[in-house]
């Protein structure tokens, strides 16, 4: 770490570490209100069918049952968190769309009462043919999903960046290889919950959000409400990964049910309600085709793909582009074409999960290079090493990349992991594969379209300079970033992390911020902190140069103390200057507000410009394969990062450690599976299997600095980047340990053990 | 109201309103905090005695039981709220000075368990003489509170303006009337509270609270902790008059019970608890003389009092100072004596109730010049209006007095209670009387000696400008400061008053301002929130001039509408204009700090200066008595108040209301009764006799109105000054009606049939 930071680059405890293990963190589910009633949604039993007649009058007469509705009581509004496609209804209106589907709510006085009065509720279904697969759901005389969208195309990208059908006529090889992705889900320790407390006009929700503005904005816009109406405050939250970006039934029906019955409402999602609700990864279809040089140098790349969106859009417009979007960020090449197909079928619907579309992609194509490399006899990290992307470059589809450590992460990871020793050396069984990542930092355009800038801060320091307080909209949902930004706000100020207090995702008592997601807030709510930061910096320096009689340029702080450059042994607390400053001029308090630079690039059927800076990281992994079972024993990973200036290493090595372990479920294990009239088998943490910590191997987190002159103090994302690598990382170690690949995830180890029995009965060894 | 306001001036309904009629109001005794312990303080049985020996071993072997803790196990460093008489500690170390003096606490997992723990704690006294008069106190000889303190004199103030000497010499008629009041009780529908949770070096105090200031800055000290280490919250608060501006035991002992036990630690005060912490009104022995010229006109006074203090001193330095100091705002004259001794004695501490020092002497005063009235043959109305002081004088004490409608007041009060036709001619039994009172709006310093502004205030506008939300360490403990605050926070923003938020009263996230005392709050608070409105305005009327493309001068804004002052048709809405600030500049923020002006005079033994304001006030009531009974009925009560700019009429006249009832309660029924060994006899709600609703008069609150230049508006306090006449004016009704002048508070039913038997007998009509 750099010495001339006093705050960040220091692993400090974090803000909120002793209440959530003492057990006092108190989460939405945890709140109690007088008089609360709780709220459930009745959900639909089919994958499609037409709503003939609800019928609640029962429900209604059961004591305890304070409100029951349906889409009758609610706005038929439309909603959904991909600007200009709503999709969504509060409740369904003529059909259902998938098992889970929202259908009517009834609140009570407890949950028993609940429950029954849900059972109480009849509702007349015609039952439609569903399609569940997207290639199926594309073909002529397909089941159709919305109406609107005819052969069930939600979304269709097609890009074309350079000639690529020119450069696969130049290369010297072209390949094609195919790949299927997993449907896999978030599965955050805490369920949904949501408190809703509408009375005198006003609406306050107390929400497991990742975004307090996307959720008030969308729920005023549903209800005609202003926003200034509708407070939003997060509580503490037990996870996110993209799940939990935008407002769900509990939100919209927990309002209603509150306006009707005048009381608190608390809805929550249990197990198997948050796996039908889903909103996790899109499943992909995935063709690529890459034509390189003898040298293995990439000409071109075609991507084809395909996704499963499920019965709605949620963020899936983002995710489709994504997908395509990232795969030009690690290697070098002039053409690239990407062709995109987003399907609606009758499943739960798909958005954002860490990685956001690009996971899979990156999957495909890194095991795809392997391949290559395979073909031309070239080792598969040189041939990356040949192709990384170069700081200071642009993309085939005009992503400006400013910093890009690329190269020294695989040389890193080759040097830690012992590559050369390893790669093609191992025992039989034993293998060692390689795959590469990039990943945003943060988005250039909101979820909604709206020139506001994209994050503010604003600082307060106690009267006697004793403590300060961040008030920020930006949303802690356990990944730390109270932590880093007051840990931002005091190097910036010249203060103490200890003595910073934050109020953070609050609509009401914090300043705008959008949110969680796109791995945003170190760069772009930091940014704003950190001019909150100097801003009262300045105002301290400028007090002090009057009460030290020295000239403003000549002071600086740090710790809390100020003192002169020239002479660093004159100094001055800073809680004197401050209680000064307080007694002469008012409050002491700095402003700050970031808005990303408008990004260059002329796109067909995307948005303009992605993000301010990409990280990068190499991942090696070494496994062991049991050749009788399939069994993938994972023996150890080496992530190599590339992520700015660090804020503070050990949270940082936190976010690789569950990234990597989010990526190695994905991989290996997980998988939401669906019977054949669209209901989930494993919508539970003991069916649906992700690793525990027992399963997870050694992991050596190593870093290769780089100042990213987009972020404050050179900073940029790592939050999601940890898990792009990781699918193909494993995928290339199988293939190297056991000369099979298998181009479907998960990689289960039925998988492995029946692609390995084919390879034997082809060797003719069975 | 003046038109030229849009929302100051008139009746919103209260920002808390809603929340406390439907009981979702969270009071500290509602909080649960997980494996929060109850604390409880095991308080002394003897009004005086030597400490031998505490055994704690019993209580600690209790399963169940988490810390006892004595003097051993506290700091030993003194506190108190009056600063430089710190003169108690956390446990009595040597002996106990009251019964309910503090002695252990022990916390533990349940009530149960805590209060038999109490029981097991075995504490060896050796009991001493006590003294519980304090004429007696005074006395050679007497039983000494604290050795520190001859004589037991806790304070001594001896005043002299002018040549009081002279002026009686000069008079025409001089009298010395003397008079006796009563040990009066706050009882705040709310018991005290305070949950301590002390962890990581850092100590939060969620409290029943008038000030988290204080209690953060004698918390801090007491324990050797910053500021900023110390978070004070208030929560909803039932009730202070006083009583709750003072850190108790509650506070320090949880906290080291917090600290010790690593838990947070709930402690209460039962209702006999409070009335033995008490810090109520003073009891005081008055004797007032006067010399009055042929015409009534006030030559000279002197006033000499003797103040029961109890064992310790509170707030009551100040109580001393403002029984002598305030006497002089009602009348004009020249001449003014004013001795004091506050005297120790064994009963417990007073400090602060509504009117603070002031009722009792006023009381004393008004009843006085009743008798010199009848003694020249004057209407004791008329006598008041020729003595009245006028606006922009100057008291003999040297209290600048701008604007004073007193005159006003008292010719409003005639005319509104019929006086002329009442007084003198009602039948026998009935009687009518007047008095008037003048009161502080806030205190030229604040309690410990300090530098600091008295109150500042943040606005944070949200980014689209439909909501604003106010940060005010300012404390509304039910008598609506946060409504006031948020009328004055849009009036001065031209926004409006139900889009306003408020965050108040929290050490950590709001900013600096004293609390709920001296009635400063809407002139002192209210300036600083005034300043941060109009900051926020003059920044929205700057984007609003580029955007309008209009002079700055010709715009104004008002109820969120920014107007053309020339053009009123062109206007723009207040949140296009904040948000296209928001987008350009970042978070829209004001700030505003007040600090009273430096109050001149030059006193001997008292504080410089007193109060940038006043009110004034006249007051008539009429009562019938029952000659048999002596039972008192008051018929009516009219109250005309001078307290400048009335920002919301509806609190007003709830202040008014409920000063008029805390002092007819005061005047005829309430009194805290001992027994010879210093014991209470009535500390409860049924034997400590305060009125109901069904034993109020009927109320007539009118206003005189006036500008206080030295207010926001106009503005000055009402909150206190009500209770000031009650008593004097309740008396001269009496005596008006029977003939019978009680002297003695409160002037209860069996004194009046004492009185009214006494004269008879005099009569020989017995």
Redesign the interface.
Request: no cysteine; charged share 25%.
């Given at each position: 770490m750099d010495e001339k930071y006093s705050v960040i680059g220091k692993s400090v405890p974090k803000m909120d570490g002793?209440v959530k293990v003492?057990?006092?963190a108190k989460y939405t589910g945890d709140l109690k209100?007088?008089?609360m009633l709780v709220g459930k949604i009745l959900t639909s039993p089919h994958a499609h069918a037409r709503i003939l007649s609800i019928d609640t009058s029962e429900a209604e007469k059961l004591p305890g049952v304070k409100a029951v509705i349906t889409h009758e009581d609610v706005p038929s509004l439309k909603y959904g968190i991909s600007p200009a496609r709503w999709d969504e209804n509060i409740f369904c209106i003529d059909k259902v769309r998938y098992v889970g589907d929202k259908v009517a709510a009834v609140a009570a006085i407890d949950e028993d009462t609940v429950y029954k009065a849900l059972k109480l509720i009849k509702v007349e279904y015609e039952v439609l043919p569903a399609v569940f697969d997207p290639i199926e759901a594309m073909k002529e005389g397909a089941p159709q999903v919305h109406d609107e969208y005819p052969r069930n195309l939600n979304a269709e990208i097609h890009q074309n960046f350079g000639d690529v059908e020119k450069a696969f006529e130049e290369a010297y090889y072209v390949r094609t290889d195919r790949f299927v992705g997993n449907r896999t889900y978030q599965a955050p320790i805490e369920p949904h919950s949501a408190i809703s407390i509408w009375?005198?006009g006003k609406l306050t929700v107390y929400t497991s959000t990742q975004s307090p503005h996307y959720f008030q904005y969308y729920i005023a816009r549903e209800f005609g409400l202003?926003?200034?109406?509708v407070?939003v405050i997060k509580t503490f939250v037990g996870g996110g990964f993209g799940g939990k970006l935008e407002p769900t039934g509990l939100e919209f029906a927990g309002a209603v049910l509150s306006r009707i019955t005048g009381r608190?409402v608390r809805m929550f999602y249990d197990r198997a309600e948050m796996f039908a609700h889903n909103r996790g990864r899109h499943r992909q279809f995935m063709e690529i085709t890459t034509g390189v040089d003898k040298d293995g140098k990439i000409l071109g790349v075609h991507a084809n793909f395909v996704q499963d969106g499920g019965a709605y859009t949620s963020l899936g417009i983002a995710t489709a582009y994504y997908a395509g979007a990232m795969l030009t960020l690690t290697y070098d090449f002039k053409n690239y074409k990407f062709d995109m197909h987003r399907v609606y079928t009758n499943l739960p619907a798909c958005g954002a999960q860490r990685g956001h579309g690009a996971p899979q992609p990156r999957y495909a194509f890194e095991c795809h290079l392997d391949h290559v490399a395979q073909h031309l006899g070239i080792d598969p990290l040189e041939l990356r090493l040949r192709n990384a992307r170069q700081p200071n470059t642009i993309t085939p589809n005009e992503f400006g990349v400013n910093s890009c450590e690329l190269t020294a992460c695989i040389e890193k990871a080759r040097e830690i992991s012992g590559w050369n020793e390893k790669k093609g050396k191992l025992p039989r069984g034993r293998g060692i594969g390689i795959a590469v990542g990039s990943f945003v930092t943060g988005a250039g355009y909101p979820i909604y379209r709206t020139?506001?800038?994209h994050a503010?801060?604003?600082i307060?320091v106690?009267?006697?300079?004793?403590?300060?307080?961040l008030?920020t909209g930006a949303t802690d949902i356990g990944q730390g970033s109270d932590t880093i930004l007051c840990q931002m706000a005091a190097e910036a100020m010249g203060f103490t992390y200890e003595?910073m207090?934050i109020?953070s995702a609050d609509?009401?008592?914090t300043?705008?911020d959008f949110g969680a997601y796109a791995s945003r807030q170190t760069l772009m709510s930091g940014s704003?902190v950190k001019?909150a930061g100097e801003e009262v910096k300045k105002q301290v320096l400028e007090m002090a140069s009057v009460m030290m009689e020295l000239d403003v340029d000549d002071l600086d702080c740090r710790e809390a103390v100020v003192f002169s450059k020239s002479n660093p042994e004159i100094t001055r607390p800073f809680g004197e200057i401050a209680?000064e400053f307080?007694?002469k001029?008012?409050?002491l308090?700095g402003?700050?507000?970031y808005?990303p630079p408008k990004l260059g690039g002329k796109f067909k059927g995307a948005p303009v410009g992605t993000s301010p800076a990409y990280s990068f990281a190499a991942q090696i992994s070494e496994v062991e394969i049991d050749e009788e079972t399939g069994e993938i024993n994972v023996k150890e990973v080496w992530d190599v990062h590339d992520c700015g200036m660090v804020i503070n290493p050990s949270l940082l090595h936190g976010q690789v450690h569950g990234a990597l372990f989010m990526g190695m479920g994905e991989s290996v294990w997980e998988e939401v599976v669906f019977n054949d009239k669209g209901k989930i088998l494993n919508p539970n943490l003991a069916e649906y299997r992700m690793p525990t910590a027992l399963d997870m191997p050694k992991i050596v987190s190593e870093l290769v600095e780089s100042f990213e002159p987009a972020g404050p103090w050179g900073v940029k994302e790592v939050g999601e980047g940890a898990t792009i690598p990781t699918m193909g990382c494993y995928s290339n170690a199988i293939y190297d340990a056991a000369g099979v690949q298998v181009n479907t995830l998960p990689l289960s180890y039925e998988k492995v053990w029946r692609a390995l029995k084919e390879k034997k009965e082809k060797e003719g060894k069975i």
């Open positions: 002793r003492t057990g006092q209100f007088p008089n009375e005198g202003k926003m200034g109406d407070r608190p020139d506001l800038p503010s801060a604003i307060k106690h009267e006697d300079g004793t403590a300060a307080t008030y003595n207090k109020v609509t009401e008592t300043p705008h704003a001019q209680r307080f007694v001029k008012g409050p308090v402003r700050g507000v808005a």
